[in-house]
């Protein structure tokens, strides 16, 4: 488990980050999201080392970060790029010795890499010449070569083609999996609505939200409740003390002001008729971004 | 989409991964530096350029200085003189009229004829100008007894004050420039954050700056040894005697100060992000390089502007073995410029390094020195 804790950090006379902290799970994967200058850059690469904070540390199960530590990690850059007149093979055997393999672990990984990305004829081209798509293939082989204990990637799916996202997925699926902590940052929230297992919210340089996916959506459906009836359900507009926010039919969606208030509907309802459905309704995660920022 | 134990386990490296020290770091990057640069086409070429114009200056400034050259002198009658002066091949001839035709035709250099109305006793008849070695050859000149004689005729003095200038624009303004551009380019490609999150700043910087230090060192010992055949070959044993020293001094303060300015071209490019914005911050420290190569060309001779030059860091290099060469400089003399230039070295080196990790990875328009040294804001 990733620890990150009170983190401060400013340029200048900017506060950007203002005592974030937050957990990234081992086994789990961790959406990261924010609007642009929401946070998200700085704290991945304080997080990496990358920068340093002003106060505040981040930890890897219990104990302080060391460099070694941080050399084991995987980094995807949000600005990607390798060396474009280096061939692809040895550009990733040179980066993954960097972080302290062998040379033979170095060899070993990339070969295993680069067939499992479907690059293995092109390992001795110059990464300038490859396709866009492919470069992009050769950028997640270079935060994966070293096998890293931790994967911090800053927009991942950012410009990737359709067969790249899959690949990405997967790649991070099978990291999880293994027990690596994973944290990503995105601002496409419905990619991240259906990766990932945690969600961190950030603006304005301060954690606004925080915690399982699901526990999340749960915490912010406030008393909005959906349902589905066997007639008409245009009644309920009528009733004292209720909102009706969508009408189709017999499906209607409305906040109650309480749970009290939602039971009563319910009887009301069966008393009426059939209930096909009835349920607090869980917001999507645009909805509960868009609640926590302000 | 599939999370197969094999899968997973394929990528999985030895569990106990050596860890990476400084000096290996440092080693992997300099290597890296190093064999982009051998593969680089440019390189190759200016290398083969480099030593074919050493073979040459040799072979060509041998060729010239050993030239002995011997006048034709058409002789009428016996004159002492002639009979007495070296380095004349002389014709007897029976008449003046026979001696002028061969000074007309060309075929001798001039005539000389007994005369008793010249104060010498003998008159020289030439075609066009006075023949001045001729003259020089049969004047009776007095005994001069120098007091402080020079060890070196002027035109080697300013052959190897050229050299040693020579040899160091070209290295330092090549490699500078190659350290330049490597710096560029890493944050140019964005590269650098990828290799700053497994290594700092520091090893980076180290690794650059010896793996071109390394190549520039190599290119000039490559080239000292063609200039040494070539003057072996060519017989100039003599030279090579007196150039020894200043040889061995001008590999040690080049090393030195190559270092130092390689640390000033790392700065200073990463002051910029993209390779067409890289004049701007460079030109500076090149003029650095360019200074102390025109002092050379245009003072080789002022013995005050060559001392000077000789302890100032950037010009030191060249300056300091000029004078050793010219036997200027006391024996203690190099030692206190070593210690100047290291002193200096280390100074530049703690700076550079500070920009160059605070400026790292600023992208965008030009950061000024004074916002590099003050922070790393990133945005």
């Known amino acids: 488990m990733l620890e990150i804790t009170k983190i401060n950090r400013s340029f200048g006379a900017r506060q950007v980050l203002t005592d974030v902290s937050f957990d990234v799970p081992g086994g789990r994967i961790t959406g990261f999201v924010g609007r642009n200058g929401a946070g998200k850059t700085t704290t991945m690469r304080i997080v990496l080392g990358v920068l340093t904070a002003d106060s505040g540390e981040v930890r890897l199960n219990g104990a302080l970060l060391t460099p070694a530590d941080r050399r084991r990690f995987g980094y995807m850059p949000e600005e990607r790029g390798l060396y474009p007149k280096m061939p692809v093979a040895e550009q990733l055997v040179y980066l993954a010795r960097l972080h302290g393999l062998s040379q033979r672990a170095a060899r070993h990984n990339t070969t295993d890499l680069l067939a499992k990305l479907e690059l293995s004829d092109r390992a001795g081209d110059k990464v300038e010449t490859l396709s866009l798509g492919n470069q992009q293939r050769a950028q997640i082989a270079a935060a994966l070569v070293h096998d890293p204990q931790a994967l911090i990637l800053d927009e991942p799916f950012s410009g990737l083609d359709p067969l790249a996202v899959d690949v990405v997925l997967s790649v991070l699926r099978e990291r999880a999996a293994a027990g690596v902590p994973v944290l990503f940052s995105s601002h496409q929230l419905d990619i991240v609505e259906q990766l990932c297992d945690d969600l961190v919210i950030i603006a304005d340089g301060t954690i606004r939200a925080a915690g399982p996916r699901d526990e999340l959506r749960d915490r912010y459906a406030g008393t909005t409740y959906q349902a589905t009836f066997g007639t008409d359900a245009g009644w309920l507009r009528d009733q004292p003390g209720i909102t009706v926010t969508d009408f189709d039919g017999p499906n209607v969606i409305f906040d109650a002001g309480s749970p009290e208030a939602a039971q009563s509907v319910l009887a009301a309802a069966v008393a009426r008729g059939p209930v096909l459905s009835f349920s607090p309704r869980r917001p999507r995660l645009a909805e509960i971004f868009k609640e926590v920022i302000q | ?374 922070s790393s804001g990133v945005d």
């Open chain 2, 1 to 374: 989409m599939t999370t197969t134990p094999a899968a997973t386990s394929s990528l999985t490296a030895p569990a106990a991964t050596p860890g990476l020290s400084f000096g290996q770091a440092v080693r992997l990057i300099a290597e890296r530096e190093i064999v982009t640069r051998l593969r680089s086409r440019a390189f190759q070429v200016s290398t083969g350029i480099m030593l074919l114009a050493a073979l040459a200056g040799v072979i060509a400034g041998g060729a010239l200085g050993g030239r002995a050259s011997t006048t034709t002198v058409a002789m009428v009658g016996d004159v002492a003189a002639v009979q007495q002066a070296s380095g004349l091949a002389v014709r007897h001839v029976d008449s003046l009229a026979e001696a002028t035709t061969l000074v007309r035709a060309g075929t001798v250099d001039a005539a000389v004829v007994a005369d008793r109305s010249s104060p010498a006793g003998i008159r020289i008849i030439a075609d066009e100008s006075s023949p001045d070695a001729l003259v020089a050859a049969l004047s009776v000149k007095p005994d001069v007894s120098l007091l402080d004689p020079p060890r070196i005729p002027s035109g080697l003095r300013y052959a190897a004050a050229f050299g040693f200038a020579l040899i160091f624009l070209m290295s330092s303004a090549t490699f500078g420039g190659t350290i330049a551009q490597s710096v560029v380019e890493e944050k140019q490609t964005r590269i650098v954050e990828i290799l700053i999150s497994a290594i700092s700043t520091r090893t980076l910087l180290t690794g650059k700056i010896l793996g071109n230090s390394l190549l520039a060192f190599a290119q000039v010992v490559v080239t000292g040894a063609f200039a040494v055949i070539g003057l072996s070959v060519t017989g100039e044993s003599a030279t090579l005697s007196l150039l020894g020293a200043p040889i061995a001094w001008f590999v040690i303060f080049f090393v030195i100060g190559f270092v130092l300015l390689a640390s000033m071209f790392a700065a200073a490019a990463s002051l910029v992000s993209r390779q067409e914005d890289i004049q701007a911050t460079v030109t500076p420290v090149t003029m650095l390089v360019m200074i102390p190569y025109f002092l050379v060309i245009f003072f080789h001779d002022n013995s005050l502007v060559l001392t000077i030059m000789s302890y100032v860091p950037f010009s030191a290099a060249v300056g300091m073995p000029l004078r050793i060469f010219l036997a200027e400089a006391s024996w203690w003399e190099p030692l206190l410029s070593l210690l100047i230039l290291i002193a200096g070295t280390i100074g530049v080196i703690i700076v550079a390094a500070k920009i160059y990790g605070n400026a790292l990875l600023r992208t965008g328009a030009k950061i000024s020195v004074r916002e590099a040294l003050r």
